[in-house]
């Protein structure tokens, strides 16, 4: 039972912007703390952002604070996370990912993850 499909993905050149979204579904619907992760090859996947679904509240690693927005659409069961003035080093997986612990950073404090999406930022 798929639960949480990430799209949005694709190549841009470094100032410009995509915006990435996760659908959430079945059993992730329970989920109300949400984060946006990312894995670079070579590197540890990291967080990136997390929403609580239910209140709106948001947190950022200070890497992309004042670049990258995470929202939630409560009726259309999606979260968003529009990312503004790429760099190069924000090329990465991208994964969507549910869990029970608002604002959470840690990977294992979410339970359910999407497939991931690809984001390339040329130079």
């Known amino acids: 039972q798929v639960q949480l499909v990430e799209s949005g993905g694709g190549l841009v050149q470094a100032g410009g912007s995509l915006r990435l979204s996760c659908v959430v579904s079945?059993?992730?619907?329970?989920?109300?703390?949400m984060a946006w992760f990312r894995q670079a090859p070579g590197k540890e996947r990291e967080f990136v952002a997390a929403?609580?679904?239910?209140?709106?509240?948001?947190k950022y690693v200070d890497s992309v604070k004042g670049r990258f927005t995470i929202s939630r659409d409560i009726a259309k069961n999606t979260v968003n996370l529009q990312m503004n003035s790429l760099k190069p080093e924000d090329a990465a997986i991208y994964y969507c990912a549910a869990g029970v612990v608002w604002l959470a950073t840690a990977k294992g404090a979410y339970d359910t993850w999407g497939q991931g999406t690809q984001v390339t930022v040329s130079s």
């Open positions: 929403i609580s679904r239910s209140r709106g509240s948001t």
């Open positions: 079945g059993r992730a619907l329970s989920r109300d703390a």
